[in-house]
């Protein structure tokens, strides 16, 4: 059974910058597993924001980020904003089949 | 702008089967490069991709649910179907659909469905 983790919970400060991880059970997590990331509020679907490790969408903000680091996948938010609080999960594909993290809860306080 | 909307019933008696319709508007169902897949969350947890076709028919599934699980596509309406069989309470959830793009470069769910609150229950 793959799994994929991500931190539990964080909290930033407005304005500040935080880095979430994803990990990945079998080993180092590189580009080929197209890493996505997405952004989650209280009672609406998920909004994709990062797409194959550092892609944006058109309407991603630009403090959202995408990269790998340290064997992560990493969602970097920069200059946070108190609207950026929310649930974010990763998304790996393992041989195409797309695993979800358990996502990680940012609060901005 | 690609609109997504599940629908079917909110309710559904234990060991019976799950059926829901995405209705895709703004684009075509039949448009290369795109799949198009049903995810789910548990009230209070996190995602979990259940399954996801091709314009034409070809499917590919989640293993831990694929026994149960059959998705198809109607190109006339332009929409695609989840059919989830042997339901229990575990399979109560908010179901999405959204638009899945598997390429060689890329790979992503990018416009998704509202979600439809699905509870299984006698």
């Known amino acids: 059974q793959t799994v994929v983790t991500q931190e539990p919970s964080l909290t930033v400060s407005p304005g500040g910058t935080v880095t979430l991880t994803c990990a990945s059970s079998?080993?180092?997590?590189?580009?080929?597993?197209?890493p996505n990331w997405f952004q989650q509020k209280p009672g609406q679907a998920p909004r994709a924001l990062i797409y194959?490790?550092?892609n944006k969408h058109s309407w991603t903000p630009a403090r959202f980020s995408g990269s790998l680091l340290g064997g992560k996948a990493a969602l970097t938010l920069s200059g946070v904003q108190p609207e950026d609080e929310a649930e974010y999960y990763c998304?790996?594909?393992?041989?195409?089949?797309?695993?979800f993290g358990g996502g990680t809860q940012l609060t901005v306080l | 702008q690609l609109q997504l909307q599940e629908s079917g019933p909110g309710l559904v008696k234990p060991s019976e089967t799950l059926s829901l319709t995405c209705t895709v508007s703004g684009g075509s169902i039949s448009s290369s490069s795109y799949y198009w897949g049903w995810i789910r969350q548990p009230p209070g947890k996190g995602l979990e991709w259940i399954g996801s076709i091709y314009y034409s028919g070809s499917t590919y599934y989640n293993p831990s649910l694929k026994s149960r699980v059959t998705i198809s596509v109607d190109t006339s309406k332009n929409q695609f179907s989840l059919k989830l069989s042997s339901v229990t309470a575990a399979d109560t959830a908010v179901y999405y659909c959204?638009?899945?793009?598997?390429?060689?470069?890329?790979?992503?769910?990018?416009?998704w469905g509202q979600g439809t609150l699905v509870t299984v229950s006698s």
């Open positions: 194959s490790t550092s």
């Open positions: 998304l790996l594909y393992y041989g195409g089949a797309p695993v």
């Open positions: 959204a638009r899945h793009i598997i390429a060689a470069a890329f790979r992503h769910l990018d416009y």
């Open positions: 079998t080993g180092a997590v590189t580009s080929g597993y197209y």
